[in-house]
């Protein structure tokens, strides 16, 4: 029983003592592959117990996170073990190097954007006061080059503190900075723009000011009193001494949360729609398609066809009728500097009649439906895409 297993491993983990951590993650390491993710998540925390129970032993826990790094596992899981190296280095600075590392080498393969960002502002802040912080330079520009514009923003912004901090750095900061000058991403050439100013005019104050001071105030704060500066014009301009460093959370009143139960009760409740009733309704609306009678299934899913890394995302859907297949192609354009035009679809089989209606939408998004008659069950066909740009 695997729910069994994990609560003795877990206990092994609570109760051990520091002379038998290496054979517990030689055990761990091994049991890992054969349970869920919630149960690793529990494992994951229990080993963030064990390193803040015993410090010195730091360097073999953090090899087993950063193995079950690599390992294949959802977002919820890997947060765990990125949140338990990140509590470790708070706590145990002799692991700070060891633990920023193993972060690093994540970030090299690392498809979670929030992760990544989260990792790239660790690095800003610890990076810099490590002994050697020039080795971290290179993972922080490899996300300038190979991210999406959010990780791009977050390792500018990064690359910054570690010019701020290290003087030694600063020219080859400088460099990498005025690089990020001609990004595609507004935001990304904003805080090169702005970073490089600031280091460029070597005022120490201006440096602490904007690149290493974080904001001392309260965002819900800063936002409710600009709100009702704009919607209440003044003559004098925006205070920002005036913004509160926290603000308190509101209040719950029972009376209230009861009022707000009852108003919740009140609201009609709204049936959702399942996915194939909402499929029916769209082919039903297309008047080539109005003959064909009720629809009999839906794919549960679409079928991906490509990867939606790749530069034009496909997928399809297949609706079947009693006579009929109905296939669902939908093209989605993942680059904001050019449009698609006259995609067609074209569907080649011996066993099925290629009715090929094609009725491609507007804009970056296309989704065409091709008719095919009879249906065959278990005859292979192939079909390609012809798209210009």
Partial sequence: NRSIATLAITTLLKTG?????????????????????????????????????????????MNLLSTMLRDEGGYQYKEAIVNTIIAVIEANPSSQDTGL???????????????????????????????????????????????NSTVRAAAVTSLAKFGAVCPNLRPS???LLGRCLHDTHDEVRDRATFYLSVLESGDSGLVNQF?????QASIVGLQSLLVHYIANPASEPFNLNQVPITTAPA???PSSRTDEMITEAKK?????????????????????FAALGP???????????????TEYYVRCDVHTFPQHLVLQFDVTNTLDDQQLENVTVEVVSDNYTVLGHLLPSAGLQYSGHLLHSPPVTGRPFSGSHYIRV
């Fill in 17 to 61: 003592n520091e002379s038998s951590i290496d054979r517990l993650m030689k055990q761990i390491q091994s049991f890992m592959s054969e349970i869920p993710d919630e149960f690793k998540i529990v494992v994951v925390r229990a080993i963030q117990g064990l390193c803040l129970k015993f410090p010195n032993k730091h360097d073999v826990m």
């Fill in 211 to 215: 690149i290493l001071d974080t904001l």
């Fill in 173 to 175: 900061v400088l460099v």
């Fill in 295 to 309: 629809l009999f299934k839906s794919s549960p899913k679409p079928i991906e066809l490509s990867e939606s890394e």
């Fill in 101 to 147: 590392y193993h972060l690093c080498e994540f970030i090299e393969d690392c498809e979670h954007g929030v992760l990544a960002t989260k990792i790239l502002h660790l690095l800003g802040r610890e990076g810099p006061k490590t002994p050697t912080p020039a080795k971290f330079i290179r993972y922080i520009y490899n996300r300038v080059i190979l991210e």
């Fill in 268 to 288: 009609p409740t709204v049936p959702t729609k399942t996915r194939q009733e909402e499929s029916a309704e769209r082919i039903a609306q297309i008047p080539e």
């Fill in 251 to 253: 209040q719950v009143t």
